[in-house]
């Protein structure tokens, strides 16, 4: 594989009545892509943004040097594919 992808997917997260927030940022992970199935995708050398109503506003999340991410396909929203 090798090539650089973006990836939009939703976190699973938890809230407890009455804090649940009206929409949630989708997480957008960019990197290396490693491995790639049917069930999950995963991303060398990962580094994650949360965007905020689909707008531009971009907040960087630390991985804490994380060298892999795998994501579940039921996460995934968009794979975009880079040479």
């Known amino acids: 594989m090798g090539n650089n992808v973006e ?5 699973a997260t938890v809230y407890t009545w009455p804090f649940v927030p009206k929409s949630l940022p989708d997480k957008v992970t960019i990197g290396q892509l490693y491995k790639e199935t ?7 050398h990962p580094k994650t943004f949360e965007i905020f109503n689909d707008e531009t506003q971009e907040e960087e999340i630390s991985s804490k ?3 892999f991410y795998y994501l579940p396909r039921g996460m995934i929203k968009k794979i975009t594919y880079f040479q």
Do not use: N
């Open 65 to 67: 040097g994380a060298t």
């Open 7 to 11: 990836v939009r997917w939703s976190d």
């Open 38 to 44: 049917d069930e999950y995708v995963i991303i060398r």
